[in-house]
C-alpha cells in the first residue's frame, strides 16, 4: 500500500496473510443429515466447557465409516489443493490424509470455545445444515499492544464468516476460532483434521 500526502512518499507492506481456503460442495446433504442423526441415535455425544456442542469427537470417527469415504475423499482433495497454493510439493501433499473426523450438532444456546487444533497441518469445517444466524470467527495470534480506535484491515483481529449449508473451509490448524451461541435451530458440522505420514 503506498501513500502520498506531506510526510512524502509511505508505504505498509501486508507481511504474513493468514489463508483460508473456502468452496462450496455439491453433494447431497439430506443423506448426510440423515447419517448422522441415525448415528447420534444410539450414542452419547461429548460436550465440555470448551465443546458446548454435541459431538462425536473421540466417540465415532468418520473414517472408519464406509458412507462418510466419497466425501472425506473430497476434503482430502482440496486440502491437498490447498497445500499446493501454501508451497508444499506434490511429493509433500500425497503424504497428507485425512487423520481425524468427526460431526457435532449444536442446538439453541450451544457454542464452540476459542481453540486450536494441536498435532494436525490443516483442519476443516463442512457445514451440513446451518441457520443464517450462525457464525465462525477466526482470531489473529494475540497481540501485546493496544487496540486501534477504528479497526481496518491492517489491525483487525477476527474475521467472521457465515455457516452455509454445503460450504468447505480449510485452514492451518494453530488459526484459534470459535463459534457463537447459536441464536435458534440445530446446526450440524462435519470437521476434521490433515495430518502427514511418517517417514
Not at 465415532?60 to 473430497?74: I, P, V
Not at 477476527?158 to 484459534?176: D, H, Q, W
Not at 476460532?177 to 447459536?182: I, M, Y
Request: hydrophobic residues 35%; glycine residues 8%.
Amino acid at each position: 500500500m503506498t501513500a502520498k500526502g506531506h510526510l512524502g512518499e509511505t508505504h505498509i507492506d501486508r507481511l504474513f496473510p493468514v489463508p483460508l481456503y473456502r468452496a462450496e460442495l455439491k453433494v447431497d446433504l439430506e443423506s448426510i443429515k440423515a447419517e448422522i442423526l441415525d448415528i447420534s441415535k444410539g450414542r452419547t455425544l461429548k460436550r465440555n466447557h470448551v465443546i458446548n456442542v454435541d459431538s462425536s469427537h473421540g466417540v465415532y470417527g468418520l473414517r472408519q465409516d464406509k458412507f462418510f469415504r466419497s466425501l472425506l475423499d473430497q476434503f482430502l482433495a482440496h486440502a491437498q489443493n490447498f497445500l499446493g497454493e501454501l508451497g508444499y510439493d506434490k511429493y509433500f501433499q500425497e503424504q497428507c490424509f485425512i487423520g481425524s473426523s468427526w460431526f457435532n450438532i449444536s442446538q439453541k444456546s450451544d457454542s464452540l470455545g476459542k481453540h486450536i487444533h494441536p498435532g494436525a497441518i490443516l483442519s476443516g469445517a463442512f457445514y451440513v445444515e446451518a441457520n443464517k444466524e450462525d457464525q465462525i470467527s477466526f482470531f489473529r495470534q494475540d497481540e501485546m499492544i493496544l487496540p486501534a480506535t477504528k479497526m481496518n484491515a491492517l489491525s483487525e483481529k477476527v474475521a467472521t464468516y457465515r455457516c452455509e449449508p454445503g460450504k468447505l473451509m480449510i485452514f492451518k490448524s494453530n488459526l484459534n476460532h470459535n463459534t457463537n451461541a447459536k441464536e435458534g435451530g440445530r446446526k450440524i458440522v462435519i470437521s476434521f483434521n490433515v495430518n502427514k505420514k511418517s517417514e
